[in-house]
């Protein structure tokens, strides 16, 4: 069989439109892969400085806890329980976060630990007296 010149000129078209619409599924699926990397990288920073937060916050809340410990002020123990609410506040917003992003590993581990609510549990009372009880003194 004999190409013709328009039979030669309209296989090289044809074969140079199919390597167009090659290059254009494959760019297509690059691009999409590398959106679903950009979502997924910002929801894991966004995921380590809800973390970071919560590890401040729990420092912060312990080292008040201390401090009414020590001191068994009034001043301190408001500061203590306003902070413990911000970390069950801080867990709220993880269970909500790893439900969005279906983490049930993650969302298992944040239904597991609950902060308790002020006045509820632990050795802490809303007097000095109550602390005393727990077998805590203050120091002097």
């Known amino acids: 069989m004999k190409f013709t010149f328009r039979i030669k000129i309209n296989l090289a078209l044809g074969a140079g439109l199919a390597l167009l619409l090659l290059i254009g599924m494959s760019s297509y699926t690059?691009?999409?892969?590398?959106?679903?990397d950009a979502r997924t990288e910002s929801d894991s920073q966004e995921t380590v400085l809800l973390l970071e937060r919560m590890v401040s916050q729990l420092k912060a809340t312990e080292s008040w806890q201390r401090k009414y410990l020590i001191t068994a002020d009034t001043d301190d123990l408001r500061a203590y329980q306003a902070a413990r609410?911000?970390?069950n506040n801080t867990l709220s917003e993880a269970r909500a976060a790893?439900?969005?992003h279906r983490r049930a590993k993650a969302f298992a581990l944040a239904?597991?630990?609950h902060y308790p609510?002020?006045?509820k549990h632990g050795p802490i009372r809303n007097n000095p007296a109550g602390i005393r009880a727990a077998g805590r003194y203050r120091a002097r």
């Not at 690059?30 to 679903?36: D, F, M, Q, S």
């Open 117 to 119: 609510s002020p006045g």
């Open 85 to 87: 609410i911000g970390v």
């Open 98 to 100: 790893c439900r969005h």
């Open 111 to 113: 239904e597991e630990f």
């Open 30 to 36: 690059t691009i999409n892969a590398l959106l679903g």
